[in-house]
């Protein structure tokens, strides 16, 4: 392997294995999750988007492990190395606002398995954030190279 090309390998697994273990652990509790988004949904005046919250419980966990699936099996690794980097920069925005505001008191991004508060959350996010711009710029760069 090349020297240069450590870093998005090292961050295609770093950021397909938190979003196969954040899929896994929302689609475990699809009900807890649900509670978790409708709660969201209430803090952001949302509600009339509540009554969807078990149908975007599984949306969500399912496309997290699809992402997270597809980077790890390098699966049309361009379109999910893009949507895992989407899904970092809105979630960091997120995370960010509950951070400052606590609207909502943790984030459930690991459902019940890992209990994290919005501070946090919000610098997982960050650095979670950075791998998948390593990966995306890694993937952009092997097409285009």
């Keep these: 392997m090349k020297k240069h090309a450590l870093w998005p390998a090292l961050s295609r697994w770093i950021?397909?294995?938190v979003f196969i273990f954040s899929g896994?652990?929302?689609g475990v509790d699809p009900?807890?999750?649900a509670i978790k988004l409708g709660e969201y949904l209430r803090a952001f005046s949302m509600d009339w988007l509540v009554g969807a919250q078990f149908a975007l419980s599984?949306?969500?966990s399912a496309t997290e492990m699809t992402?997270?699936?597809?980077?790890?099996?390098r699966v049309r690794e361009r379109g999910a190395s893009r949507l895992?980097?989407?899904f970092m920069g809105f979630f960091t925005v997120l995370t960010l606002v509950l951070a400052l505001w606590n609207p909502v008191a943790d984030c459930g991004c690991f459902g019940d398995a890992v209990k994290l508060t919005n501070w946090q959350t919000f610098y997982k996010n960050v650095l979670l954030s950075a791998f998948a711009l390593l990966l995306w710029r890694g993937v952009r760069h092997e097409r285009h190279g």
């Design 58 to 60: 599984i949306l969500l």
């Design 15 to 17: 950021v397909a294995l």
């Design 67 to 73: 992402i997270g699936l597809c980077l790890l099996f």
């Design 31 to 33: 009900w807890g999750t």
């Design 84 to 86: 895992a980097l989407l």
């Design 24 to 26: 896994f652990v929302k």
